[in-house]
């Protein structure tokens, strides 16, 4: 099996060599046969281990282990405790998906602050089977079929071409000890029963199994490769991109053949599920809005605007000094003895109509102020419709108040009652920039 890895590594991961690695270990027997391959080969290899704290003594006898093997291998190693029941409460997520997370996010930590190169996991090719099996039982598109990528950014597989059996009897050759994970031989998880029931009886059937999951693993793959080349050249034609937004051309794109599969390639990635939904804001007027848990999909004319949505609402308001502030947003204030031209982004105030310290935050239903140059007040809601502003840009806007009147709807109008006029005495010249 060393032969077999050390080719693989040459052939499919040559960017690894010379490069600084951690490994992702948790005690089992794919890391710690992983480790040992990497050992042998000479690699700079440092040992990552998590401890979630869901087994009591039998997680800190893990973790334990772990820093134990790296003691003997004379490489380095890192662990961390995580509370992860506590995690998952205060996320309202399961506690699978708040290890994943709490995994992932400190692997990237390691990396940075430690300067590693790349993680490597112990995936292999029987978890790519169950994964094959999860997404399918679950409902899943042509990326649910392709199984664990080998890469993905820095994260690195280089054990999937190996069978659980393979990589079993590595580290039995090799005398090499590892921790039994009693959680394993539970059935309570999808992964668990496909692993001890469902699959077991397919490899009785079909002592050919994992190879013919490769060959399917590697057709379903090219089919990918050429859905995505197509993809580049429709992306190009229905979409344009600005700083804060995707623009997707609807008379472009209906022209196309299987427009709805189409739609469903460019946004699968951004977390939609009610597709329904989607494929009708085709139709659907203007203002109509479909959701995921992170992005945002607003039918506006002719096209259909995604715009990343703020998971957190910023409810904060932030004091602005006469030196002015930095964040969230840079805006100065210096005093200015004319008016000069007025901008987007520059605007002159009559000081001695301010007082200190402003408040910034952003817009809310039911504000109100009077526009430059307008008697009477009016809604921020109807001064946006008039203006013709984006529903996707309302929830960038910031107001800069003075005693709770708005001053300045920053980018866009100040308020008539702090203009600067004949009886003005001071100025002051206020600028900002994201």
């Known amino acids: 099996m060393l032969a077999r890895f050390k080719k693989n590594i040459e052939t499919v991961f040559p960017f690894l060599i010379g490069k600084k690695l951690l490994v992702a270990c948790s005690g089992g027997v794919d890391s710690v046969v992983l480790t040992h391959l990497m050992k042998e080969l000479d690699f700079e290899i440092a040992l990552a281990h998590c401890n979630f704290s869901l087994r009591g003594k039998e997680s800190d ?196 053949p299987h427009t709805e599969a189409l739609l469903y390639e460019l946004l699968h990635g951004f977390g939609f599920t009610e597709w329904d939904d989607v494929s009708n804001l085709l139709e659907a007027q203007t203002g109509k809005q479909v959701f995921s848990k992170t992005h945002r999909l607003l039918k506006n004319r002719d096209e259909l605007l995604l715009t990343e949505i703020n998971l957190e609402i910023d409810d904060e308001e932030y004091f602005v000094f006469e030196e002015g502030i930095v964040s969230p947003i840079n805006l100065t204030i210096e005093p200015s003895k004319y008016i000069g031209d007025t901008e987007k982004n520059l605007e002159y105030f009559d000081a001695e109509k301010l007082n200190f310290p402003l408040k910034l935050r952003k817009w809310k239903r039911g504000d109100t102020f009077q526009p430059f140059g307008m008697k009477g007040k009016k809604k921020l809601g109807k001064f946006f419709k008039d203006e013709k502003i984006p529903l996707n840009e309302k929830d960038k806007i910031w107001l800069l108040l003075s005693d709770g009147k708005i001053v300045w709807i920053i980018g866009h109008r100040i308020d008539d009652h702090f203009k600067v006029a004949e009886n003005t005495r001071q100025i002051l010249k206020m600028f900002w920039e994201e």
């Not at 029987?126 to 899943?140: A, K, P």
């Not at 059937?205 to 429709?234: C, G, H, P």
Request: with cysteine; net charge negative; glycine share 4%.
């Open 61 to 256: 006898g893990d973790e334990m282990f772990v820093i134990g093997l790296a003691k003997n291998m004379e490489i380095p190693v890192f662990a961390e405790t995580f509370d992860t029941h506590k995690f998952a409460e205060d996320h309202k997520i399961s506690t699978q998906m708040a290890a994943r997370t709490l995994r992932y996010n400190w692997f990237d930590e390691v990396l940075n602050n430690f300067k590693y190169d790349y993680l490597l996991t112990a995936h292999q090719l029987d978890d790519d089977l169950e994964t094959f099996f999860i997404n399918l039982s679950r409902g899943t598109g042509l990326n649910g079929l392709t199984g664990i990528p080998k890469e993905n950014n820095k994260v690195i597989r280089p054990l999937l071409n190996f069978s659980r059996e393979e990589i079993l009897q590595y580290a039995e050759e090799n005398n090499l000890k590892w921790r039994e994970d009693s959680s394993n031989k539970k059935t309570d998880y999808l992964r668990n029963k496909l692993r001890l029931e469902v699959l077991p009886q397919f490899k009785e059937t079909n002592e050919a199994l994992l190879k013919n999951f490769q060959k399917t693993q590697k057709n379903l793959q090219s089919s990918r490769n050429l859905i995505d080349d197509y993809m580049a050249l429709v992306y190009k034609l229905v979409v344009s991109e600005s700083s804060d937004c995707y623009k997707i051309n609807i008379q472009k794109l209906e022209e196309l």
